[in-house]
Nanobody
Framework: QVQLVESGGGLVQAGGSLRLSCVAS????????LGWFRQAPGKQRELVAV???NTKYADSVKGRFTISRDKNTVYLQMNNLKVEDTAVYYC?????????????????WGQGTQVTVVS
């Protein structure tokens, strides 16, 4: 089992920045990559960013968000936030194919952290 604990969400004005953190513990395999998804009210959960030997970003966040990893902690630096970035952000772990393509079900999820961007 892998446990994921997020932190760093909050309320911010448009144009501002937040940094999310996620600490992974438990049976983390070498094949596991860590990433971030988000779900806005009334919308499906979507990939935001995933990192490993490669990185992948949603088109909507390219140039504004940066994923990074330090051992078993993954970060999501979010700059120039927009109102449409408002969502619950989830840390997740699985292999690269599942995380980056949406093929298959992601095995491990954090509890989520709310990010609210106001104009």
């Amino acid at each position: 089992q892998v446990q994921l604990v997020e932190s760093g969400g909050g309320l911010v004005q448009a144009g501002g920045s937040l940094r999310l953190s996620c600490v992974a513990s438990g049976r983390i395999l070498g094949s596991h990559v860590l990433g971030w998804f988000r779900q806005a009210p009334g919308k499906q959960r979507e990939l935001v960013a995933v990192g490993g030997s490669n990185t992948k970003y949603a088109d909507s966040v390219k140039g504004r968000f940066t994923i990074s990893r330090d051992k078993n902690t993954v970060y999501l630096q979010m700059n120039n936030l927009k109102v449409e970035d408002t969502a619950v952000y989830y840390c997740a772990a699985d292999n690269w194919v599942v995380m980056s393509t949406g093929r298959g079900r992601v095995d491990y999820w954090g509890q989520g952290t709310q990010v609210t961007v106001v104009s």
